[in-house]
């Protein structure tokens, strides 16, 4: 394929991409109207439901201004020779082809992020602000932006200095040296997230003794589950939304719940969202996710080890001297279509996880309480109660609220 066959390839794909998620949208917001399922109609009462209504109409017009902005300039990027003036820029710093590889997707990076920070100011500040939502200040929003440009640069800048490293010690062999590096870095970041990454963030505390405590242990020894963390992050600091989540296996897991989880649901319900999180530690869906993501991430960089010597790719897209980074880039795009279809495939079988650690739930506590619990946490973050089916096929990790009060009332 010549380079400007594959210019036009990307262009369409990003087009593509575009205009069907656009498309997806719509018929989303066709749906907001739709009359509440009759399970679901004490989720919100008249006042709450029109406000859950004006935020979800509020998102999807901010959603379709947002994401033609960013494809307006991911286009003039391509068409005026962005690529080209970053390589330039990068080459005239250094000569080291890791330092140009870290300045080139760095610069990318940064200024993408600077560029959109004025979005997602008027998310949080504006939209989420006007629903009752967010709790953060603005200094608050501006050091997690700091910190998240630290990390990038600490983790990222690492792995990536790493593999273009095996790239220029071992060829097109480098994928294997590199998929290792990926592997050992999915499990330990996903067994220490919780001890390195979250601290940057937010503040832990071990939940204090008292009555929900013992109900979770007790509950915890009933079935046979080693809990000796069990935390309270302080969500608050930045929304009113609320959530609770399992990482970590063997001795370094733990289970971390909201402050904001504690203040919204009763004892009894808190348990129940224990439970479902327990369930899915209990049906190694924490195992598959990881060897998922390890075996996706082998084949991801095989592929790119059979094009990206290719200089094509790298003229594709502007950059007059073929590189790494420059056809990592082309290919990243080219593979996206690959990569919806993975991701349609994973979102199915989290969908799948998520019944399964319900019925676990379900089965060694108590239905009722993680129904309630479903609901409330619903109501209290606006959630949309009638989606397109397409839309929660394509984009949704969980069932939707209705299938999931399905399942949980149903006699099994």
């Known amino acids: 394929m010549t380079p400007q066959t594959i210019f036009y390839s990307i262009i369409t794909i990003l087009l593509l991409d575009f205009i069907v998620d656009k498309i997806l ?44 902005y960013s494809l307006m300039l991911t286009l003039a990027f391509f068409f005026l020779d962005g690529f080209e003036f970053v390589d330039k820029l990068a080459r005239g710093i250094s000569n080291n082809e890791i330092a140009v590889t870290l300045i080139f997707f760095g610069t990318i990076l940064l200024a993408g992020d600077i560029l959109t920070i004025p979005f997602s ?53 480098f994928w294997i040296y590199a998929w290792a590096l990926v592997a050992v870095f999915t499990v330990l970041i996903n067994m220490f997230y919780s001890n390195l990454i979250v601290p940057l963030f937010n503040k832990q505390t071990p939940l204090q003794d008292g009555s929900l405590r013992s109900k979770i242990e007790a509950y915890a020894q009933k079935v046979g ?29 733990r289970i971390t719940l909201f402050d904001t989880l504690i203040k919204d649901l009763e004892e009894d319900e808190i348990v129940a969202v224990l439970a479902h999180e327990v369930g899915h530690y209990k049906r190694r869906h924490i195992i598959f996710n990881i060897t998922a993501s390890v075996v996706l991430t082998g084949l991801t960089l095989y592929l ?46 989290s969908r799948k996880f998520e019944y399964q650690a319900d019925d676990y739930a379900k089965e060694t506590y108590a239905p009722l309480p993680l129904i309630t619990s479903l609901k409330k946490l619903s109501k209290n973050s606006l959630s949309n109660l009638t989606p397109h089916p397409a839309y929660v096929f394509v984009h949704y990790s969980h069932p939707t609220l209705l299938e999931r009060f399905k399942n949980l009332s149903a006699q099994h």
């Open 25 to 68: 949208d719509y018929l989303n917001a066709k749906n907001f109207d739709r009359p509440v399922p009759k399970e679901l109609n004490d989720v919100y009462d008249e006042g709450e439901y029109k406000k859950s209504q004006a935020y979800k109409k509020t998102n999807y017009k901010f959603s379709n201004i947002s994401s033609l």
């Open 225 to 253: 589950f080693e809990l000796d963390n069990v935390f309270v992050i302080d969500g608050s600091k930045r929304s009113t939304k609320a959530n609770a989540y399992f990482s970590g296996f063997g001795k370094q897991k």
């Open 121 to 173: 100011y008027y998310h949080t500040f504006v939209i989420e602000e006007k629903f009752g939502f967010n709790k953060m200040s603005k200094k608050t929003f501006f050091l997690d932006k700091l910190k998240g440009w630290l990390m990038m640069i600490v983790l990222g800048g690492g792995i990536l200095s790493l593999v273009i490293w095996f790239y220029m010690l071992t060829g097109a062999d």
């Open 304 to 349: 790119l080890s059979l094009f990206i010597n290719i200089p094509e790719l790298s003229l594709a897209i502007g950059v007059k001297q073929p590189s790494f980074h420059a056809g990592l880039i082309a290919f990243g795009i080219l593979y996206s279509p690959i990569s919806e279809i993975t991701g349609l495939i994973m979102n199915y079988f």
